[in-house]
């Protein structure tokens, strides 16, 4: 429950960032975010971002295997293994729970200790990493026919992001309770007592099959990004695969995801480059900026230290 909240709460602020963005857009008739950051902080701006699209999207991509030319039926199988991959999860943790073979779960996290605290906010990182689309928020409203569909794009789309994320977190955490683990599809894949274990394997394949078509969707702000960086004064190149080689440290990953949904937007708001910028604008664009450095830096610090004190413990 503690975390449903969070769910929330970020999703409902990436709303107001995507808003910010759409309007202050609008006003300066710029049609990428690349743009509006140019206009808002010149030629550094725009590069910043570039690097920092770059940086977030080799950190979410492992392999890209093929453009596929259209997104539009391979997003809607995305979204549609999404859901299958619930009600399955749902089938499974609802079944163990009539069986009687599955405890109830915390409902609040574990505080033991000014450490376990800051650990709370480790996960905030990785939730704006999942929610953040503005790459793609300029691309989504050109394809429009009508470009004021697109708020209500945007709303639709929080709104069942956050309905997966929240149901998908109380299943899983129903089903796996202390025991969930980093990767849930490592959960899945032990025997969990149920009459029809080929479950197991479906819900595996279609969360797989639904990163599959993710990919695309999320390399093509990727090479555009990419061809602005390295080639600014040339068109963007015609369709190249770029393979990703490495992951990129999770603290670097993090910190892009934050700047990109959080610190850019609300930046331009302060900036106020075309005029429109409100009071509340101001005050909601402070204040996104103090919870993304403050949220972002506590849990680098957490990973950072949970990572010494592993290295550290076998000398103890």
Same mark, same amino acid.
Request: aromatic share 14%; hydrophobic share 55%; with cysteine.
């Given at each position: 429950?503690?975390?449903?909240?969070?769910?929330?709460?970020?999703?409902?602020?990436?709303?107001?960032?995507?808003?910010?963005?759409?309007?202050?857009?609008?006003?300066?008739?710029?049609?990428?975010?690349?743009?509006?950051?140019?206009?808002?902080?010149?030629?550094?701006?725009?590069?910043?971002?570039?690097?920092?699209?770059?940086?977030?999207?080799?950190?979410?991509?492992?392999?890209?295997?093929?453009?596929?030319?259209?997104?539009?039926?391979?997003?809607?199988?995305?979204?549609?293994?999404?859901?299958?991959?619930?009600?399955?999860?749902?089938?499974?943790?609802?079944?163990?729970?009539?069986?009687?073979?599955?405890?109830?779960?915390?409902?609040?996290?574990?505080?033991?200790?000014?450490?376990?605290?800051?650990?709370?906010?480790?996960?905030?990182?990785?939730?704006?990493?999942?929610?953040?689309?503005?790459?793609?928020?300029?691309?989504?409203?050109?394809?429009?026919?009508?470009?004021?569909?697109?708020?209500?794009?945007?709303?639709?789309?929080? /709104? *069942?992001?956050?309905?997966?994320? +929240?149901? #998908?977190?109380?299943?899983? =955490? !129903?089903?796996?309770?202390?025991?969930? %683990?980093?990767?849930?599809?490592?959960?899945?894949?032990?025997?969990?007592?149920?009459?029809?274990?080929?479950?197991?394997?479906?819900?595996?394949?279609?969360?797989?099959?639904?990163?599959?078509?993710?990919?695309?969707?999320?390399?093509?702000?990727?090479?555009?990004?990419?061809?602005?960086?390295?080639?600014?004064?040339?068109?963007?190149?015609?369709?190249?695969?770029?393979?990703?080689?490495?992951?990129?440290?999770?603290?670097?990953?993090?910190?892009?995801?934050?700047?990109?949904?959080?610190?850019?937007?609300?930046?331009? /708001? *302060?900036?106020?480059?075309?005029? +429109?910028? #409100?009071?509340?604008?101001? =005050? !909601?664009?402070?204040?996104?900026?103090? %919870?993304?450095?403050?949220?972002?830096?506590?849990?680098?610090?957490?990973?950072?230290?949970?990572?010494?004190?592993?290295?550290?413990?076998?000398?103890?």
């Amino acid at each position: 429950m503690f975390y449903a909240w969070f769910i929330v709460f970020v999703g409902v602020l990436i709303e107001f960032s995507v808003g910010m963005l759409l309007r202050f857009s609008k006003a300066g008739g710029v049609v990428s975010y690349g743009g509006i950051m140019g206009d808002a902080f010149g030629n550094v701006g725009r590069r910043i971002l570039e690097v920092s699209v770059v940086i977030n999207n080799i950190g979410v991509l492992t392999v890209y295997i093929i453009i596929i030319d259209s997104l539009r039926y391979t997003s809607a199988l995305a979204v549609i293994l999404a859901f299958v991959f619930l009600v399955i999860t749902a089938y499974i943790s609802v079944f163990k729970l009539v069986k009687g073979s599955t405890g109830m779960p915390r409902l609040l996290p574990d505080i033991t200790d000014i450490y376990s605290v800051w650990k709370l906010f480790t996960f905030v990182p990785v939730l704006v990493t999942a929610y953040v689309c503005h790459f793609n928020v300029h691309n989504i409203e050109n394809k429009l026919e009508d470009s004021s569909r697109m708020r209500s794009v945007v709303q639709t789309s929080l /709104a *069942l992001c956050s309905i997966v994320y +929240i149901t #998908t977190s109380f299943f899983g =955490f !129903l089903l796996f309770g202390d025991s969930t %683990l980093d990767d849930v599809l490592a959960n899945l894949d032990s025997n969990l007592g149920i009459p029809y274990s080929l479950l197991n394997d479906t819900v595996c394949i279609c969360y797989v099959v639904h990163l599959m078509f993710v990919f695309p969707t999320i390399f093509h702000p990727l090479r555009l990004n990419l061809d602005g960086l390295l080639f600014p004064s040339s068109v963007p190149l015609v369709q190249i695969l770029f393979p990703t080689f490495g992951m990129l440290f999770s603290s670097l990953v993090q910190t892009a995801a934050v700047c990109i949904g959080f610190i850019f937007p609300a930046a331009i /708001a *302060l900036r106020n480059a075309y005029g +429109i910028g #409100t009071k509340e604008d101001k =005050f !909601l664009a402070v204040f996104m900026i103090g %919870l993304a450095v403050f949220a972002n830096l506590v849990a680098i610090y957490s990973d950072a230290y949970t990572t010494f004190k592993r290295n550290a413990s076998p000398m103890e």
